[in-house]
């Protein structure tokens, strides 16, 4: 499996050459990839159903505890087989939607990369592992939104889903780490079976805290719900795949994964309902503000997420059963819904419900799929969500805390999302035929396919509840619950959700007549909406412009000379502090010198001090050159023949450089005043002589135990090699290397950015950039 | 820079380029035992084609080397990337360096052998991008109408 999911990165990178071959049917194949994964995951459905959980291993840094490891059981399993069902059905559908997009190729990149670092998501029991896969989906979805980069609304609202999400990611990121310290451990299953021991431990409060802000941000909960409405910039099938079906329920499913080891205590009760029950109503509320069907169903897909928020609050055996079935019934509609709205997008040329009607009969396949999943939204039997929605309601009369707020909220809640269904299908499909922009008729089977499955799916178990007793049995027990009876039936009796869900119809299907006017009376109340947290979001955004603005003028001015004071003043600083007060100043070496090295010596401070003094430039740096190779003599005078050979290289390269810039270079001219020079004169000396003091108190004693000890005993043995250097760079230290060759190439890559556009410029090609560049040529004349 | 060399120059970069990029390969292939390496070995033939250029000019560079260096720095990244992936293959962490004996030569093959060679490229890739892009902007500068040659 986990090949599996590193291999679909190398499929994902392959698309453009697949694209070669395959032309428009590309999206068809690369549907296999999911499709095969969801073939697997039922393969193993014996050994989830049984209870079993199903650990693959795999070690990935033994050192820090970091595995690859995948664990699969009943939760992981339900969300896995979405992420690939629906996956395959969104590139099958994308192969219509975004025929003959030129972009078409980026597209599946970037959608197949997300479909498998969702996976991992779901499947890693490392929380490092998690994270990293945590981290790749809001990248990706951040490509995703943006995929029309050249719409500012696309990429502000992708920038925006971005920083809502990383920055809930880094407070994920504190929280895994303290929830690793709390339970020691950073395996998944081993931490959710030390649930006492974290609720009781010291740091469970500010753990909780971390965990949720990355939960919440990601699953657009209340105050974070504003950037899914602005993802809806991304093209259809993106919205039906993340911002509905799997990545913003990213959250949620590790509010759930973590419910056995932190969940039940009054912190997360309370603040998991009242924040999913007030993200329910927003959501819904704040739908009836748009005519536009994908802001329609964002909204509606925020009060969804809501609504399993407050379920894994209330947190009873009935609460997760209710979880399971309403994520299930949430996946299907809101993804066939999706899709239908893509659809008529595509097919009539507009976005706005009050610009469509009487469509079903132009439309009539399209107008049954929105139809059935349309009622499911709504709650309605004999649909799945009528189940979820009675199974929702049952368990919120068993809030612990509020009940009564908690029951008005989420009834609040229904009868608002059944209008909101109610407009997204009778409004487009019902009443007076008018004219779109394009004349609509219904698209090929191929489009009409994963919608069409999703809506099947949701009536065959709305139908037949029992089908998913199993299913729902074992997503429970991965919650912890493994003793929760589980018999889901459409039918429960005359009772209270009943007549709460009877009362949800006459309301919103009233709501739904007064929709006209309630809009009306919204535009008013708009400013006030306005006001709402995602001014914050604005204001916090423009604030960091202003201080980034600041701290540029001050800090980065442009002139290296200042760069180069600060990183020194600093450096002194921290250094100095920690050598000062861990060891003292005071070494006692004796230092026994022999008359080479003391003239090697002689002649490094010489080069240093006339390069300072020279008034001519070939002058200077033929004097850093005397520097240079009697650093290159220290080298070999100490045996480390690599070191010298790399410094006599490096010296030499330095001088094809300098050829090769020097003569482009103004006059040498003193450019600073005497004060400015003697300051520079005291950064100068305190850094030497901080360096000269840290070298002293390296050699006056043992104080730390040698790492070279260790290099030189196994270079040969575990290395396979002699020359202690290069074994340590490319083997036991090969990911330092790996790193500074990736430094390297930027650097390479920077040099050649920079010459590139500076031509440009002196072609009066790009005459914006010039400023920027003043101050770095004011610095030489 | 065009063709500003002498005649001893030229003569003697053609001569020495061969030379110099043997024995960049001699210190590549031996630097898991003896000084040398991937950098010392990159650096050493970054700088034979550095006098290759100021001696034949940069077109004639250009023509020898058929790729662009900016492309050497990815192939050198890659190398360097796929070096980490046997050791997974064995079962074992990323980057556990595997040793492979190649039978005929007896010679020692191995991931930090393929890494070694990712850093090579990245070193000479990465110097020459910015010699030929110093090189580049200077004919820009000198011969407006010329500066495309390369891009």
């Known amino acids: ?781 | 820079m065009g063709r500003s060399g002498t005649l001893i120059l030229n003569a003697a970069a053609r001569l020495l380029l061969p030379l110099q990029l043997l024995f960049s390969v001699f210190l590549l292939l031996r630097g898991h035992d003896e000084p040398g390496g991937g950098f010392i070995a990159g650096l050493v033939a970054s700088g034979a084609f550095a006098l290759y250029l100021f001696s034949q000019g940069r077109h004639a560079l250009g023509e020898m080397l058929k790729v662009s260096p900016r492309d050497l720095i990815g192939m050198g990244l890659l190398l360097g990337v796929i070096s980490t992936l046997p050791g997974w293959w064995a079962g074992e962490p990323f980057f556990t360096a595997q040793w492979w004996t190649i039978p005929v030569i007896d010679f020692k093959a191995s991931t930090p052998l393929i890494f070694d060679i990712g850093v090579y490229l990245v070193v000479v890739g990465s110097v020459l991008t910015a010699i030929t892009a110093l090189v580049d902007t200077d004919q820009a500068e000198h011969d407006p109408t010329d500066h495309d040659q390369t891009h």
């Open chain 1, 1 to 781: 499996m986990q090949t599996a999911v590193l291999g679909g990165f190398v499929a994902a990178a392959m698309v453009p050459l697949l694209h070669r071959w395959f032309g428009s049917r590309t999206p068809l194949v690369m549907a296999l990839l999911p499709a095969s994964l969801a073939v697997w995951l039922i393969s193993q459905w014996p050994v989830i159903a049984s209870g079993d959980v199903l650990l693959l291993e795999q070690a990935w840094v033994p050192g820090l505890d970091i595995t690859l490891t995948f664990m699969i059981d009943g939760l992981a399993w339900l969300f896995a087989m979405l992420i690939t069902v629906i996956g395959a059905l969104v590139l099958v559908y994308s192969r219509e939607y975004l025929h003959g997009h030129r972009d078409l190729p980026r597209f599946l990149v970037v959608i197949t990369a997300f479909m498998m670092s969702m996976l991992g998501l779901v499947l890693a029991d490392n929380l490092v592992t998690l994270f990293v896969f945590w981290e790749l989906t809001s990248i990706t979805s951040y490509l995703l939104i943006g995929f029309n980069h050249t719409d500012s609304a696309a990429r502000k609202a992708a920038l925006q889903g971005l920083l809502v999400t990383v920055g809930g990611g880094l407070a994920l990121l504190a929280g895994f780490v303290l929830l690793a310290l709390a339970g020691d451990s950073w395996s998944l299953h081993e931490l959710v079976q030390r649930g006492d021991v974290l609720r009781g431990h010291d740091l469970y409060t500010p753990l909780l805290i971390c965990v949720l802000l990355g939960a919440f941000t990601k699953s657009a909960q209340f105050p974070f719900h504003f950037w899914l409405p602005n993802a809806m910039a991304a093209p259809t099938p993106v919205s039906a795949y993340l911002h509905s079906a799997t990545m913003v329920k990213a959250g949620v499913y590790l509010l759930a994964r973590l419910h056995p080891a932190l969940g039940g205590t009054d912190g997360w009760v309370i603040t998991l309902s009242l924040v999913g029950a007030v993200t329910m109503v927003t959501g819904a509320f704040l739908a009836m503000q748009h005519t536009n069907v994908k802001k329609l169903l964002a909204y509606s897909t925020v009060m969804g997420l809501g609504t399993l928020t407050m379920l894994l609050g209330i947190g009873t055996e009935k609460a997760l059963v209710a979880f399971a079935v309403f994520l299930l019934a949430h996946s299907l509609y809101k993804g066939a819904l999706f899709m239908v709205a893509g659809i008529l997008d595509h097919e009539t040329g507009t976005k706005d419900v009050t610009a469509m009607g009487g469509l079903r009969h132009l439309m009539p396949a399209t107008a049954i799929v929105a139809g059935v999943a349309g009622l499911s939204l709504a709650g309605l039997p004999p649909l799945l969500g009528f189940v979820g929605k009675e199974l929702m309601l049952t368990s919120v009369l068993e809030a612990p805390f509020w009940r009564l707020l908690i029951l008005l909220l989420a009834f609040t809640a229904a009868f608002l999302t059944l209008a909101v269904a109610a407009i997204i299908v009778l409004r487009p499909f019902f009443g007076q035929r008018q004219d779109t922009p394009q004349p609509p008729h219904d698209p090929s089977r191929v489009m009409l396919a994963g919608p069409g499955l999703l809506a099947a799916l949701s009536l065959l178990f709305g139908l037949v509840p029992g089908l998913l007793d199993p299913v729902v049995g074992a997503v429970v027990t991965g919650m912890g619950a493994p003793e929760a009876k589980v018999h889901l039936a459409l039918w429960h009796g005359f009772n209270l959700p009943l007549a709460l869900s009877f009362a949800s119809l006459v309301l919103g299907l009233t709501i739904y007549r007064l929709w006209d006017r309630l809009r009306a009376g919204l535009t008013r109340l708009a400013p006030l909406i306005r006001c709402g947290p995602e001014a914050g979001y604005d204001a916090l955004m423009a604030g960091l412009v202003i201080l980034a603005d600041g701290q540029t003028r001050f800090l980065q001015n442009g002139y290296i000379r200042n760069y180069l004071v600060m990183t020194l003043l600093v450096l002194v600083g921290l250094v100095g502090h920690a050598l000062f007060f861990r060891h003292g100043l005071a070494p006692d070496v004796t230092l026994s010198v022999y008359f080479h090295e003391a003239v090697t010596a002689g002649l490094m401070i010489a080069g240093a001090v006339a390069a300072c003094v020279m008034r001519s430039r070939l002058a200077a740096v033929a004097a850093l050159g005397v520097m240079g190779f009697s650093i290159a003599l220290t080298f070999v005078l100490f045996s480390a023949p690599d070191l010298a050979i790399t410094q006599l290289l490096v010296e030499t390269l330095t001088v094809i450089l300098l050829v090769l810039v020097l003569f482009r270079l103004p006059r040498f001219a003193t450019l600073s005043t005497p004060t400015e020079r003697l300051r520079d004169l005291v950064v100068a000396s305190l850094t030497g002589g901080l360096i000269t003091l840290l070298m002293l108190a390296v050699l006056s004693g043992e104080r730390l135990p040698r790492i070279s000890d260790y290099m030189v005993a196994n270079s040969q043995p575990l290395g396979h090699g002699h020359n202690i250097v290069n074994v340590i760079l490319v083997d036991f230290r090969a990911l330092d290397t790996l790193g500074e060759m990736f430094v390297l190439a930027l650097a390479a890559i920077g040099v050649f950015a920079m010459l590139r556009f500076h031509a440009a410029l002196g072609e009066g090609v790009d005459r914006d950039g010039r400023r920027n560049l003043a101050p770095t040529e004011d610095d030489h004349g």
